[in-house]
């Protein structure tokens, strides 16, 4: 039995799916389908929906779409809170999307949160409070944002 022809077709298929997850209808077929269900129903399916909204944001932080991303990790942080496996680390995500974008103050926020709460504790992504407070204080120095206290 030749399975030549059936093995390209599954090659064609699987490049074209790969394909379509970029494009604005592939990512809100994910955004749709790991928010379709109120979260607490089903802890396994809760862990597998904040982890697709997690992974596709780092997808789309690295591939510039910060707008997009910052949807995807703020999605994950309100609908899952702390008890989310990937709270801390999307916080951080989070903040690199703000900083990106220009939301500086927006920045300092949400890593002085990480810095004030110790996130590397809880997630070991997370940089420790050494390294936040560093960032913290030349996004400060470097865009004149005084009013805001640094750690």
């Not at 379709?36 to 697709?52: F, Y």
């Amino acid at each position: 039995m030749d399975l030549s022809k059936v093995k390209w077709v599954v090659i064609v298929l699987v490049v074209v799916g790969g394909g379509w997850l970029v494009t604005e209808g592939g990512m809100d077929y994910v955004f749709n389908a790991a928010t379709e269900e109120l979260p607490g129903n089903d802890p396994e399916k809760d862990v597998i929906d904040e982890a697709s909204l997690s992974k596709y944001g780092g997808f789309l932080l690295s591939t510039f779409r910060y707008t997009k991303a910052k949807i995807f990790y703020t999605a994950a942080i309100e609908r899952y809170g702390p008890e989310g496996g990937n709270y801390y680390w999307n916080i951080y995500q989070l903040a690199r999307c703000e900083e990106k974008m220009g939301n500086y103050e927006s920045a300092v926020l949400l890593l002085r949160e990480l810095h004030n709460v110790d996130g590397d504790a809880f997630d070991e992504r997370v940089p420790g409070r050494d390294t936040l407070k560093l960032r913290i204080m030349k996004l400060v120095e470097t865009h004149d944002l005084s009013h805001l206290a640094v750690p």
